[in-house]
């Protein structure tokens, strides 16, 4: 980040940070990441490598804590132990503005998983804390004054940036009138994938994908037509080292409503497999336009499966 800076806004930065993340940082660089967190319900700063980083979580975790009694705070606890004793780093969620029961709700519900798969999940939830504290050091930068700027430039913002924390980190979610939430309502396109290698137990890499919405005169397609006249390509991409497309269309506080196409050339990754291509259609109703769709593919060469995630 330090050598692609500097960045003239907020969503230049998270761009970049998107991408180093997901496509430059390898693994030891994510463990390292994950073991710079405290457990959630810990936010004591001897594992930290910062008085400001504890800070930082202790903010983000407030409402957890404020909403902990001493029991389902000794079982959140008991619950991280398991966690780490079986996947091998610390639980991370992005715990801004969740209770104690919907924390301990999610990750009893991630327990189960492959660590592959909560591997993958413990990275895009660091992405989602790198994204809130970037915003909120654009915020805090935004509240130094040229003229107290120039007192102690370096004290001043850091002061601010800290103070900030404990403020915003229980009330994000609700402090749309406030300053610190005047952030963009996304950081990524409305409509996102992945591909996995279910076969493998990877990523799939350099997988073609286009992402198209219905135009047709008819409202929708209908069963037995989806291959006629009507679609319009709204974006294309291949999927990186990490399975993950980049943009397929641009980033909009609300999508529009419609039936979605995206359609992924699996028969070039494998040539010996079942299906030439896979295509998903999907509908957005006029009540989900400002949601976020995550439509992934786990592909194996004689079969496929998909979900709506976030």
Known sequence: MVSAAPFPNFELAVEAARNIWFNKVDVNGWLEAFGAHPQIGNTSAKNQKTETSAQWSKGEQSTALATATDSTLQELLDWNARYREKFGFVCLICATAKSTPQILSELKNRFPNRPIVEFEIAAREQMKITELRLAKLYAAKAEVTPASNSQNPVNLTTKAGEDRVSIIGGHLAVASASKASQTPGRTRPPITTHVLDVSRGT????????????????????????????????????????????????????????????????????????????????????????????????????????????
């Open 203 to 310: 990523p799939a890499a350099d997988i073609e994908v286009n992402l198209e919405i219905w135009k047709g005169v008819k409202p929708r397609p209908l069963f037995g037509e989806l291959n006629s006249g009507g679609w319009v390509l709204q974006g294309s991409s291949i999927t990186d080292t990490d399975g993950r497309s980049g943009h397929l269309m641009s980033i909009v506080d609300n999508v529009e409503p419609g039936i979605y196409r995206i359609s992924f050339n699996t028969g070039k990754y494998v040539p010996t497999g079942f299906f030439p291509y896979a295509s998903i259609v999907f509908e957005i109703k006029e009540s989900q336009k400002s949601e976020h769709f995550h439509v992934p593919l786990l592909l194996s060469p004689f079969s496929f499966t998909t979900y709506r995630g976030s």
